[in-house]
């Protein structure tokens, strides 16, 4: 008689798959947008963001809904660093705020800009901080931490536009308001995982800057600063998990050195080439995504095109582990739910492993 082996949990499927072991099927991971859960919640975007409880509330009703994936919610202020570094925000009803005002204008402002020394005592994240630290009296702690990184930062805080025009013209400017910037967001994420109890399941950052700089400009402005954040925070989480929509084939092998167990995306060119450069890796680093969020799993018309395009995702990831199956960035506003089942169904009957470099065909089951 064969003995059936113990089905594992959403988390202890990721830290297998992480660590390049066979879980007993593809990890599924869920990170819904927060104009998503204002929907669940029935509220408008700036009335969910601002009660912590319904946060809270409807982040458990989401992972209540899917209990097979491990659901990523969180409570967050958008842009919160941004804010800190003196951004003025939008405040929408209905819509995820952003930054409609720079708090850097020109070369000038760069030399004289002060970081902060606590995101405490700022009063847009000291408020934010005040409602996690209220949030865990509730006994529910957050699953992790996360921010943008410190090159996306810098172009929240000075302009995208103008960071890139100045990395080439005025360089050491740039690596100026870089450490400042990378100061900060290791500072931010300190407080914060101390208010959570001194340690993050995993840390995020999303850092989609990359994608817009050839490899030359990321090994000299991107990769030593997310290396540095890595390096200072690394000992207080479980995951180091590096985010980015944009395109990422010209540095997808270096990921795992700078200090990242996990990179979640989209864009990571050729799928093949893309699994086999990541598993012969010294560094590696588990592939989290791939399955594009808005054009697949939103806009696509048809479910069986939406089918095709996961298992084609765990057909070509997930032999050899390292990988988890999840939307590319996060789940759209107006996602039909029946799609995230889909793919929960479809790693069940697609993402068995029969050895560890190889899957189990629906027809073997």
Not at 16 to 22: G, Q
Not at 50 to 62: A, H, R
Not at 234 to 247: C, D, I, Q, V, W
């Amino acid at each position: 008689m064969v003995k059936k082996s113990k089905e594992l949990t959403p988390i202890q499927r990721m830290l297998k798959a992480m660590a390049y072991l066979k879980p007993d099927r593809v990890p599924v991971l869920f990170f819904p947008e927060f104009d998503l859960m204002a929907d669940l919640a029935g509220k408008k975007v700036k009335e969910y963001l601002s009660d912590v409880d319904l946060q809270i509330e409807t982040g458990e009703k989401f992972k209540e809904r899917f209990p097979d994936a491990y659901c990523a919610v969180s409570i967050y202020q958008p842009y919160a660093v941004a804010q800190a570094l003196g951004c003025k925000l939008m405040e929408p009803e209905d819509l995820i705020p952003s930054v409609i005002e720079r708090a850097l204008k020109s070369p000038e402002d760069i030399r004289k800009f002060k970081v902060p020394e606590s995101a405490w005592d700022v009063p847009g994240t000291r408020d934010w901080l005040e409602k996690i630290e209220y949030s865990l009296e509730s006994g529910i702690k957050p699953s992790g931490t996360g921010e943008f990184g410190p090159v996306e930062i810098a172009g929240l805080i000075y302009g995208y536009d103008k960071l890139l025009f100045h990395i080439v013209k005025k360089p050491e400017l740039i690596h100026e308001l870089l450490k400042k910037c990378t100061e900060f967001v290791i500072q931010f994420q300190k407080e914060w995982i101390e208010l959570i109890g001194g340690y993050s399941t995993i840390i995020l950052i999303a850092d989609h800057a990359s994608g817009f700089m050839n490899k030359k400009l990321i090994d000299e402005f991107f990769a030593p600063y997310h290396t540095k954040v890595c390096a200072e925070l690394k000992p207080l989480t479980g995951a180091m998990f590096y985010h980015s929509e944009n395109r990422s084939d010209h540095f997808l092998h270096e990921i795992g050195n700078w200090g990242y167990s996990m990179f979640h995306g989209q864009e990571w060119g050729d799928h093949r080439r893309a699994k086999e450069i990541v598993s012969n890796l010294e560094n590696k680093f588990a592939l989290v995504g791939q399955v594009p969020g808005r054009d697949v799993m939103l806009v696509e018309p048809n479910d069986e095109i939406v089918k095709q395009k996961i298992i084609e995702n765990i057909e070509i990831y997930a032999p050899g582990s390292g990988y988890i199956l999840s939307t590319g960035g996060g789940i759209n506003r107006g996602t039909p739910f029946k799609r995230l089942d889909m793919m929960i169904e479809l790693a069940k009957t697609h993402g068995t492993y029969k050895t560890k470099n190889k899957l189990l065909s629906p027809e073997e089951q």
